[in-house]
T-cell receptor, first 114, second 113 residues
Framework: SQQGEEDPQALSIQEGENATMNCSYK?????LQWYRQNSGRGLVHLIL???NEREKHSGRLRVTLDTSKKSSSLLITASRAADTASYFC??????????????WGLGTSLAVNP | DGGITQSPKYLFRKEGQNVTLSCEQN?????MYWYRQDPGQGLRLIYY???????QKGDIAEGYSVSREKKESFPLTVTSAQKNPTAFYLC????????????FGDGTRLSIL
């Protein structure tokens, strides 16, 4: 079942600008994960943030997590045309054990214009 | 993801035909997953397997079957009972326990002839 919701559904920006995508979810979580998908390709993991963490960085990516609001944001700074892709959040709910059935959002489609 | 190979990249199915999608991994991961992705949509879980010779249904298992005879391989069969099989199919793996991400293959696009 899809419980994550990304916002906005689509985002178009100019190269060099920052891009912010949001993810809201409904259940408690062990962690929240962000993935990127280029057109016609598989997903690539970007960042995993645990429920007891509030912020993580990886290069030009910054992820925040607010468990009280059940929301997360992904910030891409100084965007490049190569960042054009769909971005998905996935939540890992407690109680799923080692099977780890992630709950996926519907994604944000980002277009970075040169 | 270099450690997960999905084949073929494109597949066409005739009416009444079963087709099998291959997923092979060399990451030594225990857990493997099959997802279906429709245009502009997120991922829906078809089947998953934690260990060899064991697998569980996901959210949309009807019309699909799997096997897990080897740790490295998790093939998905799309049967004739699946009336709307046209979609992008993604295989994923996960290693270790606890807070680990999934790793994905490059997908198979299945279409109806």
């Amino acid at each position: 079942s899809q419980q994550g919701e990304e916002d906005p559904q689509a985002l178009s920006i100019q190269e060099g600008e920052n891009a912010t995508m949001n993810c809201s979810y409904k259940t408690s979580i062990n962690n929240l994960q962000w993935y990127r998908q280029n057109s016609g390709r598989g997903l690539v993991h970007l960042i995993l943030i645990r429920s007891n963490e509030r912020e993580k960085h990886s290069g030009r990516l910054r992820v925040t997590l607010d468990t009280s609001k059940k929301s997360s944001s992904l910030l891409i700074t100084a965007s490049r045309a190569a960042d054009t892709a769909s971005y998905f959040c996935a939540t890992d709910p407690p109680g799923s054990g080692n099977n780890r059935k992630l709950i996926w959002g519907l994604g944000t489609s980002l277009a970075v214009n040169p | 993801d270099g450690g997960i190979t999905q084949s073929p990249k494109y597949l066409f199915r005739k009416e009444g035909q079963n087709v099998t999608l291959s997923c092979e991994q060399n990451l030594n991961h225990d857990a493997m997953y099959w997802y279906r992705q429709d245009p502009g949509q997120g991922l829906r879980l078809i089947y998953y397997s934690q260990i060899v010779n064991d697998f569980q249904k996901g959210d949309i298992a009807e019309g699909y079957s799997v096997s897990r005879e080897k740790k490295e391989s998790f093939p998905l069969t799309v049967t004739s009972a699946q009336k709307n099989p046209t979609a992008f199919y993604l295989c994923a793996t996960k290693g270790g326990s606890g807070n680990q991400p999934q790793h994905f293959g490059d997908g198979t696009r299945l279409s109806i002839l």
